[in-house]
């Protein structure tokens, strides 16, 4: 299976300030068609995970654009310009590229 | 709005079958992959497995052997059996969507709605 890590494990922020969450994998994402097959996934207190990104940079619908993401091959970055209150909870990162699907351990994120 | 609602027991005695419904409503089971995650405590995600209506199916294999899921198109429902269960199965339980990716040039499925998740238990 394919391993995927995350850093930090765990992420205090302050309201206002950026944020980045690193997400490393045991093995290349990237395919000959130029696509990264990472998506990332932010599960809130007491929710089931949301999609934010696929394919690597594939903005889902309604994911505001203070989340960015960059990276390719095995090393990914998630990026937040100004986190709100609203963004708490923990950010996965899972590969698609190989079966079975693997996620991240995740990172939570909490206000300071 | 495309919904996903997870149910089953919430309590199972080990070694016996844990039988798990997911209801799709606003979208048919027709169309896409539909899958299964679970979370033990204090853990993160993993996957279980996946179908789709032409029968192509994808379990983790840590599972394999004593997992299936399964399409009922009549009740636009989706199942999970899984037997033997120990302590080690409990965990919450989520049913997901994988949607075919429509605006890029390649085949790929993400998981874009979830359902709500349900807890068992596995325990005598």
């Known amino acids: 299976d394919i391993v995927m890590t995350q850093s930090p494990l765990f992420l205090p922020v302050t309201p206002g300030e950026p944020a980045s969450i690193s997400c490393r994998s045991s093995?290349?994402?990237?395919?000959?068609?130029?696509?990264?097959?990472l998506d990332w996934y932010l599960q809130k207190p007491g929710q089931s995970p949301q999609l934010l990104f696929y394919l690597g940079s594939h903005r889902a619908s309604g994911v505001p654009d203070r989340f960015s993401v960059s990276g390719s091959g095995t090393d990914f970055t998630l990026k937040i310009s100004r986190v709100e209150a609203e963004d708490v909870g923990v950010y996965y990162c899972?590969?698609?590229?190989?079966?079975?699907?693997?996620f991240g351990p995740g990172t939570k994120v909490e206000i300071k | 709005q495309v919904q996903l609602q997870e149910s089953g027991p919430g309590l199972v005695k080990p070694s016996e079958t844990l039988t798990l419904t997911c209801t799709v409503s606003g979208a048919s089971v027709f169309d896409n992959y539909w899958s299964w995650f679970w979370q033990p405590p204090g853990k993160g995600l993993e996957f279980i497995g996946y179908i789709n209506l032409s029968g192509h199916s994808s379990y983790n294999p840590s599972l394999m052997s004593r997992v299936t899921v399964s399409l009922d198109t009549s009740k636009n429902q989706f199942s999970l059996t899984l037997t033997s269960v120990t302590a080690a199965d409990t965990a919450v339980y989520y049913c997901?969507?994988?949607?075919?990716?429509?605006?890029?040039?390649?085949?790929?499925?993400?998981?874009?709605?979830w359902g709500r998740g349900i807890t068992v238990t596995v325990s005598s």
């Open positions: 899972m590969q698609a590229q190989q079966a079975p699907r693997t």
């Open positions: 997901a969507r994988l949607l075919r990716a429509t605006e890029v040039p390649i085949l790929y499925h993400f998981l874009d709605v």
């Open positions: 093995q290349s994402l990237l395919r000959s068609s130029g696509y990264n097959y």
